[in-house]
């Protein structure tokens, strides 16, 4: 036994000495002998240069190389580069480009920089930031509409490409530090989970450090916050202070000085995207109350005297028309997207209206105070003068809040509509942690003028017009000009990348890579204001609409999103000649049909090459509601244990539309409380608790008060199984299952009655199902979160979504618990 492990080892000496004196008269040897190892080129962005250095069986008779493990450094000088994107927001909003929202910094960034008159974006969130993250169109990044939108096809995966590396990436390979603090939306759905694969998550995406939140919005009282690739509470509560757009703020700068302490030398990169102007529309009292009966003449009103300010300013030609605020055919219309007049609303929907508007102006303006935070920190510290800024806007204002706005935002996504009288209630607390609100299309057509509709719309540029202004004092020397250049959101990239003498690589970790889909925008720093564009092409398509524009004419298709109407070979389209029709108020389709066919061929062309079809006016239930892949195969069963992080909407159990069953096992000491089980907010969810020693059962319908609420008598302390059953037996007039409910103690009815359930779901995004206690705002006004579990153990929550009648808690929890 012992020879053999003799004779093993003495194998394995030689076959180590053989591999030594191999390698070092191969590929690493520099005196002649032929190499093995494929030389790479310093700066090649696909590997690290080649080892120069020579190896011998001895270190002392060998050469070190330390070229291919130096970091690469960016070149001295570079700039630091800081975008600023908001959500939501239309030409006409901001002081800038004449609006009535005072945002001082962009104000003062404008005036010490560029104003672009004409820079558009995708008319959705996630796509355009797509495009801001690669610099190719958004059907290239899969991106065709939001994440939780995704279908399947190529240019709608909801995930970027390999063949689309980020400028995060370049940037950081070339020396930058890469930061992303805000808004995400460009995870997949079902990634965004603590199990779940995070491999399009901001860290693994280019970015070194993110701070914020990774769906499409959140509550800015109480967000879903994510630091680095953890999940994380807030610091503070409202009550103490607490706004994401401060929090947000505060990161920055502490990113920035961290960085600085250590590595003064280093550029940065920076995307700081707040909250703000995306619903929920939360802000400081204070700054709503700067607004007050600023609207209360109505958005018909403002949009006359917001045009002739823009034009005064020169950001819109003199002559520049107003389009009707419903310009859609009746026929082709999306009801939910329809504007009412202002003369026809009531004194307390009018009181309501102007109110709403004053809360988001209040919100996008204490944004912009935080925003100047961070610069007034760069001019400090002495950054500011080399950091290229870019302020802008994703997409148009949001017409997401229906005709007569609404206090819930997630009555939209439901499908179901809003109650002046319910929501009048909400007056006082607008814009506070009580609501999660949102104004009516009227304001998103005001805040969007002089062009027709809003978000959503591609084809007009109401839904893509954003605000974009440039600041690069040591860059720029044109101050407080305006450029009329065309561009879009896939300009950005190259433009930073041309301004940091870098180039977006052919191959990239060995894939080769998609062309970028845009053009540097650095020539028109030094340009005159109405110069020429250097871009020639656009083409739009975002939830079955789809328009391009070409050399300063557009051809535009007359379809509304998320109709479910279809039949897009039959879409009539309209023709504009924007050099001359800024606003798109003039059809020209009847006088050009040349012109407009060669744009119809050139916009199949490019959907064509941009993975762009198949169209889509699926509506945002049938949408948000699609089932798609996941790590986890489907079932019906689900068992949740106390403490875990919670779970996401778009991968927990889906009660939606269905019979249900929640059962909990548990041990009750004296005087426990607490959270059993929650999901969703105080705008939709469900919770099992125990409060003064009594189970409830709340059902959170969507916000609307009173809640539903189910209880039982005192429960002594023991062992126990609690659970709910509830049995749907028919579909209310928008979607809503209507059934009964009963609450359980063991096997023994304690309460039952008539409920209600949501079609849709508790929210867009966060508040996941949590056991043990509540995430960030509470299901039900009968607790405060965290609400966590005490004086007693939960040994698990098993949920149930076969529809089958109730027969024993206690069997079903065993079994349940055995299936795993």
């Not at 919005?217 to 103490?240: A, H, M, R």
């Not at 030398?265 to 009292?285: D, E, L, Q, R, T």
């Not at 062309?605 to 941009?610: D, I, L, M, R």
């Amino acid at each position: 036994m012992n020879n053999m492990k003799l004779g093993s080892c003495k194998l394995l000496f030689f076959a180590l000495v053989g591999a030594i004196t191999a390698f070092t008269t191969t590929g690493c040897n520099q005196n002649g002998s032929k190499g093995n190892q494929p030389a790479v080129a310093v700066g090649d962005s696909s590997g690290s240069p080649a080892f120069k250095g020579k190896i011998e069986l001895d270190v002392r008779n060998s050469t070190a190389d330390w070229t291919p493990f130096v970091p690469k450094q960016a070149p001295a000088g570079s700039p630091n580069v800081l975008i600023i994107l908001y959500d939501d927001t239309g030409e006409s909003a901001w002081s800038t480009y004449g609006g009535a929202i005072n945002m001082p910094t962009l104000d003062s960034l404008a005036a010490g920089g560029l104003t672009y008159t004409q820079w558009h974006t995708c008319a959705l969130c996630s796509p355009t930031r797509s495009t801001i993250l690669t610099g190719r169109n958004h059907t290239l990044n899969g991106m065709a509409a939001i994440t939780e939108a995704a279908n399947g096809f190529p240019g709608a995966s909801g995930r970027i490409p390999e063949q689309c590396a980020t400028l995060a990436d370049i940037m950081k390979d070339n020396g930058w530090s890469t930061y992303w603090l805000g808004k995400d939306h460009n995870v997949p759905e079902q990634d965004i989970a603590a199990g779940a694969g995070r491999s399009m998550w901001p860290l693994q995406m280019g970015f070194e450090r993110f701070y914020g939140y990774l769906g499409g919005e959140t509550n800015q009282w109480y967000p879903d916050l994510v630091k680095d690739n953890d999940f994380i509470d807030p610091p503070y509560s409202p009550k103490e202070g607490y706004h994401l757009s401060k929090d947000l703020a505060d990161n920055a700068i502490k990113m920035i000085s961290d960085q600085k302490g250590s590595n003064p030398s280093k550029p940065w990169f920076m995307w700081f995207n707040p909250g703000a102007n995306h619903a929920p529309h939360h802000a400081p009292a204070e700054y709503i109350a700067k607004y007050k009966g600023k609207f209360d003449e109505g958005y018909e009103a403002y949009r006359s005297w917001v045009l002739q300010r823009m034009i005064d300013k020169g950001v819109l030609p003199k002559g520049t028309k107003l389009t009707p605020i419903n310009p859609m055919p009746q026929d082709a219309a999306n009801p939910a997207d329809m504007v009412r007049p202002w003369n026809t609303l009531s004194a307390d929907e009018k009181k309501l209206f102007a109110h709403m508007a004053e809360v988001y102006a209040g919100f996008s303006e204490y944004t912009d105070a935080q925003v100047g935070r961070v610069i007034q920190y760069l001019k400090a510290s002495g950054q500011f003068d080399n950091t290229v800024i870019f302020y802008a806007a994703d997409n148009g204002a949001s017409g997401e809040g229906s005709p007569s706005g609404s206090v819930n935002e997630n009555k939209f996504f439901n499908g179901y509509p809003d109650d002046i009288a319910e929501n009048m209630k909400y007056m006082k607390t607008l814009g506070g942690p009580d609501t999660y609100n949102h104004y009516p299309t009227g304001w998103a057509v005001a805040f969007s003028s002089p062009y027709q509709m809003f978000k959503r719309y591609s084809q007009y540029s109401g839904g893509t017009a954003c605000p974009l202004v440039i600041s690069w004092p040591k860059g720029i020397k044109a101050k407080g000009e305006l450029r009329d250049q065309y561009h879009h959101s896939v300009d950005i990239v190259p433009t930073i990348l041309d301004i940091c003498g870098l180039k977006m690589p052919d191959v990239y970790h060995g894939v080769k890579q998609y062309p970028l889909s845009g053009v540097s925008m650095k020539y028109s720093f030094d340009a005159k204001q109405k110069d020429p564009t250097q871009k020639h092409v656009q083409y739009y398509v975002m939830l079955g609409t789809r328009g391009i524009w070409k050399d300063g004419w557009k051809a535009s298709a007359v379809h509304a999103p998320l109709t479910g109407k279809g039949n897009f070979d039959k879409d009539s389209w309209q023709l504009y000649h924007t050099d001359e029709d800024r606003s798109e108020s003039t059809d020209l389709a009847k006088q050009n049909p040349e012109k407009l066919k060669e744009l119809q061929d050139l916009w199949l062309e490019e959907a064509k090459k941009n993975f762009g079809l198949p169209l889509d006016d699926r509506t945002a239930v049938e949408q948000l509601g699609l089932e798609r892949p996941a790590q986890e195969p489907a079932r019906d069963r689900y068992i949740y244990y106390p403490g875990t992080e919670p779970v996401p909407e778009g991968v927990a159990v889906n009660v939606r539309g269905r019979s249900y069953k929640i059962l909990a096992n548990v041990e009750l000491k004296a005087n426990a409380s607490g959270v059993i089980f929650a999901h969703g907010s105080r705008f939709g969810g469900h919770s099992l608790f125990i409060k003064d020693r009594k189970l409830y059962y709340v059902y959170n319908f969507l916000g609307i008060k009173p809640e539903q609420v189910f209880s039982s008598g005192p429960l002594p302390p023991g062992k126990y199984t609690l659970g709910v059953e509830f049995t749907k037996d028919s579909t209310g007039k928008f979607g809503e299952s209507t059934g009964t409910l009963k609450l359980y103690v063991n096997d023994k009815v304690v309460a039952q009655g008539p409920m209600r359930t949501q079609s849709g779901k508790f929210t867009l995004s966060g508040d996941g199902l949590c056991i043990g206690y509540d995430s960030g705002d509470a299901v039900s006004g009968l607790y405060t979160t965290p609400g966590a579990f005490k004086n007693g153990t939960i040994q698990f929550v098993g949920v149930t979504v076969e529809g089958k009648p109730y027969v024993d808690l206690e069997a079903e929890a065993k079994r349940a618990m055995m299936s795993y």
